[in-house]
């Protein structure tokens, strides 16, 4: 069946433990979804390709296809080693050419990005960060990550931002946790992710009540963290995501502590006055990620034309 309509787009939200599946055009039209287990890359994207080959039976062709996966991994079209996974503690899928996988099937425009960069494009186009030239999208949760939309376009650079392994301050005596990050142990990941909480604590963020200890020593890490992209790359807004970024009480303590450590240095009326609207979780909630794989589809179509 022949699509006449608009443009139907895939979407894939490449999770380490969940791939999540759609097709549609946008958050008021999604016309199927399906979540699949991350196994092995063969197994977790032969279940991709059949759930696209069976919309494109029930709906249409698509038009276009959008990844945005966990990393690290090869965004640059240019590069030999374009679409793949790059090495990571994931097990069985350094150097997956995933990408590849859905060439194999589908001749269409193919757009491949971080679960982050994939987030922030879709807030970018129907979330909190409509109308904005420069911003991030951070995640926190399992792991830390973060996408930044500058000046109009998704920052790449040499290979992708890694916003989630910067160096903060890290008090020993005040919190004497050694970090959980396989590569530097107290990074902002080893000290703040979702792992990590539970490492220190023992027990997940979500069971820790609002007035525990944790959250101000949390919130501190989120903070220099957020002063730190501030600072360096001048976002008109920064959006906190994910399953501990997502914590309604979280998100004060950071708007707080963020300002109190920039302490008037950045001489603009968002964060002086209103870190509330400066800081704030996304506007599509935990479809950020998947949303955005459409709007990366939608751009790789545009980009095409
Ligand atoms: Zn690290």
């Not at 199927?32 to 069976?54: L, N």
């Not at 709906?59 to 690290?72: D, K, M, Q, T, V």
């Not at 194999?104 to 982050?116: L, Q």
């Amino acid at each position: 069946m022949k699509n006449t309509q608009a443009p139907l787009y895939g979407a894939i939200e490449g999770g380490g433990t969940k791939f999540i599946c759609a097709v549609g055009s946008g958050p008021n039209n999604i016309r199927a979804e399906a979540r699949f287990e991350t196994t092995t890359p063969k197994e977790t994207m032969d279940h991709v390709i059949d759930f696209f080959k069976q919309q494109e039976e029930n709906l249409g062709e698509l038009s276009a296809i959008g990844f945005a996966c966990f990393g690290p991994l090869d965004p640059n079209p240019a590069s030999s080693t374009y679409g793949y996974i790059l090495p990571t503690p994931k097990s069985g899928w350094t150097n997956a050419n995933v990408v590849g996988m859905l060439r194999n099937e589908f001749d269409i425009p193919i757009a491949f990005d971080t679960d982050v960069n994939g987030a922030a494009l879709g807030e970018w186009r129907w979330g909190k960060a409509q109308g904005l030239q420069t911003f991030i999208y951070l995640t926190v949760g399992t792991g830390i990550g973060g996408g930044a939309y500058v000046e109009g376009n998704l920052l790449h650079g040499l290979i992708h931002p890694e916003m989630g392994h910067i160096l903060l301050r890290h008090d020993m005596e005040k919190d004497p946790f050694e970090g959980v990050c396989p590569f530097h142990g107290d990074c902002f990941e080893g000290l703040a992710s979702g792992v990590a909480i539970e490492k220190r604590w023992g027990m997940r963020g979500t069971l820790l009540t609002s007035d525990h200890m944790a959250w101000d020593l949390e919130a501190d890490y989120i903070a220099q963290a957020l002063v730190n992209y501030a600072l360096t790359l001048s976002p008109q807004r920064i959006i906190i995501g994910g399953g501990v970024g997502n914590l309604s009480h979280l998100l004060p303590k950071v708007q707080k502590r963020t300002r109190d450590l920039i302490n008037g240095y950045i001489q603009s009326p968002a964060i002086l006055e209103n870190i509330e609207t400066y800081i704030v979780n996304p506007g599509l909630g935990n479809r950020s990620g998947m949303l955005g794989a459409i709007a990366l589809a939608e751009q790789s179509l545009q980009r095409a034309s």
